[in-house]
């Protein structure tokens, strides 16, 4: 039997990568294809019914790779992860297109391909530079999809055929996607491969090109805040946590069932020390997406911001238990864990968090605060010490590190390490200074910035209460005003 020419295609794209999934979507329609992707953003419930019923009834299912669309793809609820999987399951005529630095063999894609989806990289993939987007279409088109199938392609029913229709209108109705976006797009992925590899200037320089070239593109302005503040620019990263506010509050205005611009907006607000607003959002996005597991992450966070650690606690169980890899996840319970007086748990969620990801400075950062609390001064020296040659521009290990050694009674090496981290430390948030001037017995001045952090909302007074940085102005009265004993 002779296989058949088919013209339907079915778009799998990371909604980060809009812009591409829509350019690939107008090409191929001016070409007499029939194409579907979720353009609209469909509601989880009705995904067998629109994204699976169109899925068996396309031929071709085209899956748009980047470095950054596969990081949530561990979570099994996953879209982009079922996606693959049904057209896997379908024998769809699968072409991978891979964008800016993809790699199969990158750390991240490897975990997140697991499973069924190790398959992923078995089959004939197409590279996609914007520069020569319009080359590799033609490519696409004549190679890829210009094949011979005996697959069965499905009837859809009338029901998804007209909510694949309105999807289909609203999307011929958009603008032409120009070089800028792609553009945009790419640098935003560049920026995101120099952040998971701790290059936080190069990747704030890729970010901020992006936004230039893209000023409404959402996800560069949360990357860049996250960078700006890691690297002491908080006023940089407020005033991007800001505009990620105002634009997500107008994608939740145009689209109230998108439970990432919750999670966006909840993440911004968070950052900003409004975690009431932020616990909403982050309710309203695990409402409309109740197998998130970044959702319940970043509710943890906020929760323990606020101070409510059991909250917290469980929200990491839960986005630990959707996606065992979860690397933050294992280092922010560590930290709860901690404050509980659970060291042993708080370790073991360290070592997890360093199987996951062994080059990270946070995690041995994490575990050293844990053998702090079971008192081995020696071996938290010696985790310190190995953060520090991973990332030796981190201010806040070098203040763990301080105090310890103050307290193992090795002054002039803390003394050592005290002209060092001030200079790295010096446009922290005024919480953390505030840490740091207490270990370093500057009780004034301490008490002076920890004042300013709590009517910031950068912490709340129960976090501080328990923080052991403060250990050496404990017991002094104003202290004890200011976190409301």
Not at 91 to 115: C, H, W, Y
Not at 309 to 337: C, F, K, M, Q, T
Request: with cysteine; charged share 30%.
């Amino acid at each position: 039997m002779t296989g058949r020419i088919e013209k339907t295609v079915f778009i799998s794209y990371r909604r980060t990568n809009l812009p591409w999934a829509l350019a690939i979507y107008q090409h191929l329609t001016s070409q007499g294809y029939d194409v579907f992707f979720d353009y609209l953003s469909i509601n989880s419930g009705d995904f067998e019914k629109i994204i699976v019923e169109n899925i068996r009834g396309r031929a071709h299912f085209i899956v748009i790779l980047t470095p950054s669309a596969l990081e949530r793809c561990q979570e099994p609820g996953d879209w982009l992860r079922r996606e693959i999987k049904t057209a896997m399951d379908e024998k769809r005529n699968i072409v991978p297109l891979m964008l800016e630095s993809f790699d199969f063999g990158g750390p991240a894609t490897v975990k997140a391909l697991t499973g069924k989806l190790e398959n992923l990289k078995k089959y004939n993939g197409l590279r996609v530079p914007s520069e020569y987007f319009f080359e590799a279409m033609n490519r696409l088109r004549e190679q890829f999809l210009n094949v011979a199938l005996d697959s069965v392609v499905h009837p859809i029913s009338e029901s998804a055929k007209q909510i694949t229709k309105e999807h289909q209108v609203a999307a011929n109705d958009s603008k032409q996607v120009g070089q800028e976006q792609l553009s945009a797009q790419e640098w935003f992925e560049r920026g995101y491969v120099f952040q998971e590899a701790y290059n936080l200037d190069e990747a704030i320089r890729c970010f901020t090109v992006a936004i230039r070239l893209k000023p409404d593109f959402i996800e560069p302005y949360m990357h860049r805040a996250w960078a700006r503040s890691v690297k002491g620019d908080l006023e940089g990263a407020i005033e991007d946590d800001d505009e990620v506010i105002r634009l997500n509050t107008e994608a939740i205005r145009l689209k109230p069932e998108d439970d990432n611009a919750y999670n966006n907006r909840g993440i911004a607000l968070t950052a900003r020390g409004d975690f009431d607003g932020a616990i909403a959002d982050f309710d309203e996005a695990i409402r409309l997406n109740p197998d998130s597991a970044g959702a319940y992450y970043d509710r943890g966070a906020a929760r323990q911001a606020k101070g409510e650690l059991e909250s917290a606690l469980a929200d990491y169980d839960e986005a630990i238990r959707l996606e065992p890899d979860l690397h933050n996840a294992y280092i922010n319970r560590a930290g709860v864990r901690n404050l509980k007086g659970d060291f042993d748990g708080a370790i073991a969620d360290s070592e997890e968090a360093i199987r996951v990801k062994p080059n990270s400075f946070a995690a041995y950062s994490s575990r050293a605060n844990s053998l702090v609390g079971k008192h081995d001064l020696d071996g938290a020296i010696a985790n310190l010490n190995k953060a520090i040659r991973l990332n030796p521009d981190a201010g806040m290990v070098r203040l763990s590190l301080i105090s310890i050694l103050r307290k193992s009674g090795r002054k002039a090496q803390a003394d050592e390490q005290e002209k060092l981290a001030r200079e790295l430390i010096a446009k922290e948030n005024e919480y953390n200074l505030a840490c740091f001037e207490a270990i370093c017995s500057n009780t004034d001045k301490a008490l002076e910035l920890l004042k300013i952090a709590l009517g910031k909302n950068q912490v709340s007074k129960q976090l501080a209460r328990q923080d052991r940085d403060f250990e050496s102005i404990r017991d002094d009265p104003r202290f004890k005003e200011l976190i409301g004993e």
